[in-house]
């Protein structure tokens, strides 16, 4: 009877070791020095701020939704380097970066916002950008009409609006706010 005893804890413990194991992840930090936006952007900075613990937040919810897969691992550094560049010291985006680099998966948080509406909310801050003119309300508006298709395929006005983009301007250089080290803003 102890034989079989030793050989279930054996099993067991084996079983979450390979439970722990699938569970690691690497994550590939930002590398962010300084914000590439400047006080040229057209938002202020409690808007910039907010937007950031939103972008934050999403980036935390679909990692911990996906358990930390590889192409959640992708989305979010793409999420969480824009909320970054937003708002360099937002503290839910330090602090969900800070659990990453150290293989903590952030527990899922309570959203301002579901992914759609978000979506809807960041479609229409980005054609507001465009229209605004100028480099910077140009580069965010990209980032941010890309990403509102992404986070709902089904929100026409903002899939087309990303493929016009495209078509016009080729794809988003996403590398210019996750890495850009050595550039100046």
């Known amino acids: 009877m102890r034989s079989w005893q030793a050989a279930a804890v054996f099993l067991m413990s084996a079983s979450l070791l390979?439970?722990?194991?699938?569970?690691?992840f690497t994550w590939d930090a930002p590398?962010?020095?300084?914000?590439?936006?400047?006080?040229?952007?057209?938002?202020?900075?409690?808007e910039r701020d907010e937007y950031a613990t939103n972008l934050a937040t999403l980036a935390s919810n679909k990692l911990a939704a996906a358990k930390a897969s590889p192409a959640s691992l992708a989305d979010a550094r793409r999420i969480l380097s824009l909320a970054l560049q937003l708002s360099p010291r937002n503290k839910h985006a330090v602090v969900v970066n800070f659990q990453l680099s150290k293989g903590v998966l952030p527990e899922a948080a309570a959203a301002n916002y579901s992914p759609p509406v978000f979506?809807?909310?960041i479609l229409t801050r980005g054609q507001l950008l465009s229209k605004q003119g100028g480099e910077e309300n140009q580069k965010?508006?990209?980032?941010?009409?890309?990403?509102?298709?992404?986070l709902d395929p089904k929100n026409e006005d903002a899939?087309?609006?990303?493929e016009v983009q495209r078509l016009?301007?080729?794809?988003?250089?996403?590398?210019a706010i996750t890495d850009p080290?050595?550039?100046?803003?």
Do not use: N
């Not at 590439?36 to 057209?42: A, H, I, N, Y």
């Not at 080290?181 to 803003?185: Q, T, V």
């Open 18 to 24: 390979g439970a722990q194991e699938a569970g690691k």
């Open 31 to 46: 590398k962010i020095a300084a914000s590439v936006f400047t006080q040229d952007l057209g938002m202020l900075d409690s």
């Open 119 to 121: 979506a809807r909310l």
């Open 140 to 150: 965010l508006a990209r980032y941010f009409i890309q990403l509102a298709a992404e």
């Open 159 to 162: 899939v087309y609006a990303s």
């Open 168 to 175: 016009d301007h080729g794809a988003a250089d996403w590398s």
């Open 181 to 185: 080290a050595g550039k100046k803003p």
